[in-house]
């Protein structure tokens, strides 16, 4: 018989006596565009190689969506593989959430592009802004609708096109990131793939680690502001290779405690694609074995909150994760933010 998902493993809810649902991701999806852009090509363009790039941080090449394709599209492509590997139509989803902090515009949200395109008429519809945390922020929201039995059918989506706001003349930056996404339908099924837990965190002290300056209220644009190239990503790489390894650390630890489940019964570490170093460093902490690592950010390089969620779909099928696997979800991202989950697939 399979394992009927959240009861061979403890919920950490159950300790709350909280009556809710079991929550279950039922399908997931993901898409990347066709366009690839080796370190080779990088090379020509800003004074990098591949052999920093590669001993750095692990990317070899990252994909990069046309001109014409947007977010939305990706976040679309990759919601209904999710959908139909769920075997869910756009009319059953009662809400869709998409993480991202490249939104098609600043208004209407993503998330109703989203909605409209593949035909989820019945959803309500918003944008979640936690950058590379994001896919976990949207897996822990979906799950309280489900568990309060407020909503049946949640689509959650991580979609980025990266590219549009990095700055392609700063080495220190433009190696690391790509474009894609990932998406995950999440019900109440049983004898699905339980979502045990989820978790989310932020330090709001370290937003100055990460941001993108120009685009807001606070630097609304102007000639002046394009000009001074307000309107690319900047980040504190040392400061956020230190923090990112902490939070990913200590995000993962607290999930494995809630669910009393100790790292070795863990069968893949999915965590965010930002950096092979930063990787390597979490898995150590935490006692992992370097085969319990899901590693695909050779390929795609820093996806944001797309990350986790090309990577679970990739982790699952490719056959890396099977039936009653427990599967630890660790990220961070921008804010700071962190999250992290556990799933028995
Ligand atoms: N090619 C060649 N040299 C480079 C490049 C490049 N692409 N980029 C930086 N360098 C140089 C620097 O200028 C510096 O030169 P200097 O010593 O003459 O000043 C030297 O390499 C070393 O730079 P460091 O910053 O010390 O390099 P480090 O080993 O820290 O690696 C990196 C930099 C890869 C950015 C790393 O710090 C990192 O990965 N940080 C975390 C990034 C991250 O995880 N971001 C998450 C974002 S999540 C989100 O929400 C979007």
């Known amino acids: 018989m399979s394992p009927s998902a959240s009861t061979k493993f403890k919920n950490p809810r159950a300790k709350y006596n909280f009556e809710g649902r079991p929550c279950s991701i039922v399908g997931v999806g993901s898409y990347v565009p066709a366009k690839v852009l080796t370190n080779q090509e990088l090379e020509k363009m800003v ?37 139909k590997a769920a075997g869910v139509t756009g009319d059953q989803i009662d809400l869709v959430i998409v993480a991202t902090i490249t939104p098609d515009m600043v208004f209407p949200c993503t998330a109703c592009l989203v909605q409209q395109k593949i035909g989820a008429t019945r959803a309500a519809a918003f944008d979640l802004e936690a950058a590379c945390s994001g896919f976990i922020y949207g897996l822990e929201i979906a799950q309280q609708f489900i568990m309060s039995r407020t909503y049946d059918t949640v689509l959650v989506i991580g979609a980025e096109k990266l590219s549009s ?20 339908v999440l019900q109440n099924r049983p004898n699905s793939h339980g979502l045990l837990t989820a978790i989310m965190g932020a330090d709001g002290r370290r937003a100055n680690l990460l941001h993108m300056p120009g685009g807001g209220s606070r630097c609304p644009a102007t000639a002046e502001s394009v000009a001074a190239r307000q309107h690319f990503l900047r980040m504190e790489g040392k400061e956020t290779f230190k923090y990112a390894v902490q939070a990913m650390q200590s995000g993962a630890s607290e999930v494995l405690k809630r669910c009393e489940i100790d790292i070795t019964k863990i069968k893949c570490v999915i965590p965010h694609q930002a950096n092979r170093r930063i990787i390597d460093a979490v898995g150590e902490r935490l006692g992992a074995k370097p085969d319990q690592l899901f590693i695909n950010l050779d390929r795609y390089g820093n996806t944001s909150a797309a990350s986790v969620a090309i990577a ?25 933010t962190w999250g992290a989950a556990v799933i028995e697939w």
């Open 165 to 184: 706001i990095v700055d392609w003349q700063d080495r220190n930056t433009c190696v690391l990131f790509g474009d894609g996404a990932g998406a995950a």
């Open 312 to 336: 679970l779909d990739e982790a699952v099928h490719s056959g890396r994760v099977n039936r009653g696997d427990l599967i630890l979800l660790v990220v961070f991202g921008a804010g700071l």
């Open 47 to 83: 004074d990098t190689t591949d052999e920093w790039i590669t001993t750095r941080t692990g990317i070899k090449e990252r994909r990069l969506a046309a001109k014409d394709e947007f977010t939305s599209d990706m976040a679309a492509k990759a919601a209904l593989r999710a959908m």
